[in-house]
Structure formats: C-alpha cells, structure tokens
C-alpha cells in the first residue's frame, strides 16, 4: 500500500495568512494526487485533482503543486470559509489512500 | 445536477446485518465507479472499495475484502454496502462518492449514512 502522511496535522492561522499543506507518498505516484475540503459534519468535497487541477467552482487562491512524492496545498489568502479539514488521497493504484488530514483553525 | 442520495442513520446491535444505500440522479448510473469510504469517529477517510454499475466490476480494499460486500442495481440507479454481521468496530460515517470519468478520484460525494453499532 501506498502510505500517505500529512503536515502538519494541525495549524493555527489568521485571516489573511498564506497557508501550505504538505502531503508526502511513500512511493512515486506521479501527479495522482487529490485534494478534499471537510467542513464538520459535511462531506468532503473535492478541491484539487491530478496535483495541480482546480476543480470547477473553487476559488483560485487554492493551489496544488508537486509530483512523486511530494505535494503541497496552497491557500494564498486564507478565508473564513476555508477553516475546515483537508484532506490528500493518491489514485496512483489501488488501494486509494488518503493522508491523515490537516485542520486548519482560526488563530 | 448530479446528486447521491445516502439512506438514513442506522442503530444496530452487534452480529446484526445491514445494507445501506447510494441513490445516484442527474447522471448515467451504470456509466460511472461509485466507492464507498469510511469515516470513523473522529478519523480520517478510508476507502472501502468500488463498483462499476454498469457490469458489476468491484474493486475492494483489502483492509474491507471479505467485511462488507458492496453491489449495485442499474434498474434503480442504486448502489449498496452491506454488512452480514456488524461489530461495534463498524461505528462510523459511511460515505458514497462518484468516481470522476478515468480516474479514481471522488468528485460528487453523498451526505454520508450514520452506522451506530451497540449493544
């Protein structure tokens, strides 16, 4: 299986701030890599597929960049929207996998 | 508009079975993977596994293989998780999700079905 390890777990931010999620794979899945937005009690949704797609409707100061094993999100202007749980998943081979996820509250 | 619509919150007691349901609208059905992933008290995202309505094609976890069977029924644009004998281990958020076209990420995902298992 293909491990995925999320950093931090845990952040602390303000309104405003740039924030970066990193999301490391134990082996090389190319650029099959998502990115999900959980708010509590909701279900995810997808923000980022293929590393770097945004889907259609998410603001543009989310970003994805990387490729093999490493990858980051990038919110370029935190919103108060955006506090929330993230999740990365690799679609490189089955079993799917997901990070352990990264909160991000409000400081 | 593509919505899934999950069957209700669930209590059951252990050694019990159950099946859950994914209702899929505003889309071809049979034309696209539906997976199930699990969602623990306070935890992360586990994917169960996937199936392709259209013939049936399932794809599991190993970590679910042989725990839970998933199905689906193209004449009711259905998918469905099924369980022959819970555990309290069971306890979770399920979650249904459409697959994107090729690829094996979530694009549309279902509001989640509640499994309570207690004695």
Redesign the interface.
């Known amino acids: ?1 293909i491990q995925m390890t999320q950093s931090p777990s845990t952040l602390s931010a303000f309104v405003g701030d740039r924030v970066t999620i990193t999301c490391r794979a134990s082996q090389s899945i190319t650029t ?1 890599l ?1 990115w ?1 937005q ?1 708010k509590p009690g ?5 923000l980022i ?2 590393t770097s797609n945004l ?1 259609s409707g998410v603001p543009p100061r989310f970003s994805g960049s990387g490729s093999g094993t490493e990858f980051t999100l990038t919110i370029s202007s935190l919103q108060p929207d955006d506090f929330a749980t993230y ?1 990365c ?1 690799q ?1 490189n081979s ?8 990264t909160k991000v509250e409000i400081k | 508009e593509v919505q899934l619509v999950q069957s209700g919150a669930e209590g059951k007691m252990p050694g019990e079975s159950l099946r859950i349901s994914c209702k899929g609208y505003g889309y071809s059905f049979s034309n696209y993977w539906i997976g199930w992933v699990r969602q623990m008290p306070g935890k992360g995202l586990e994917w169960m596994g996937t199936i392709y309505p259209g013939d049936s094609d399932t794809r599991y976890s190993p970590y679910f293989q042989g725990q839970v069977t998933i199905s689906a029924d193209q004449s009711t644009n259905t998918a469905y998780l099924q369980w022959g004998s819970l555990k309290a281990s069971d306890t979770a958020m399920y979650y249904c999700a459409r697959r994107w076209h090729d690829s094996e990420f979530f694009q549309y995902w279902g509001p989640g079905t509640q499994v309570t298992v207690s004695s």
């Open positions: 299986d099959y998502a999900y959980q909701k279900a995810p949704q997808i597929y293929k889907e999740y998943q679609y089955i079993p799917l996998t997901f990070g352990g996820g």
